[in-house]
């Protein structure tokens, strides 16, 4: 199935103006009709929400970019584009240690205060 910018858009809920912006910077080609118009397929929709979660990961636009070039290259490309995936996976590995640091002390900062009201409890 074809879709034009403006159908596509909704289909991926991106506005057609980050469409044309993500173009621009290479992320996705959608193919060309014959008056020249875009025509964005089934595989770009997939591509773009692939996409979006690699920008729910955090994943820098930099790097975005660079794996956009490389699975527009093919197959060859395929250690390259795990490469990034295992680096971002580590940062997210990092980032959730230190999330778990955070709940730990905010969970010892609350039992502490419940300790104390407890004991000012006992004293009334």
């Not at 159908?7 to 080609?29: C, M, N, P, Q, W």
């Not at 692939?50 to 729910?56: G, S």
């Not at 490469?83 to 997210?92: A, E, P, S």
């Not at 419940?114 to 004991?119: C, D, L, P, S």
């Amino acid at each position: 199935m074809s879709y034009e910018i403006g159908a596509f858009s909704e289909l991926v809920s991106l506005s057609i103006d980050t469409l044309r912006y993500y173009e621009k910077l290479g992320l996705i080609k959608p193919q060309r009709s014959t008056n020249n118009r875009r025509a964005y397929t089934d595989n770009d929709i997939k591509w773009v929400q692939f996409i979006k979660r690699l920008k729910k990961t955090g994943m820098p636009i930099k790097s975005i970019k660079l794996y956009a070039k490389l699975r527009y290259q093919g197959n060859a490309t395929i250690d390259e584009r795990l490469k990034l995936l295992d680096n971002q996976m580590h940062r997210l590995k990092t980032d959730q240690n230190e999330i778990q640091a955070h709940i730990a002390f905010l969970n010892q900062k609350m039992a502490t205060y419940r300790q104390i009201k407890a004991e000012i409890s006992k004293t009334q």
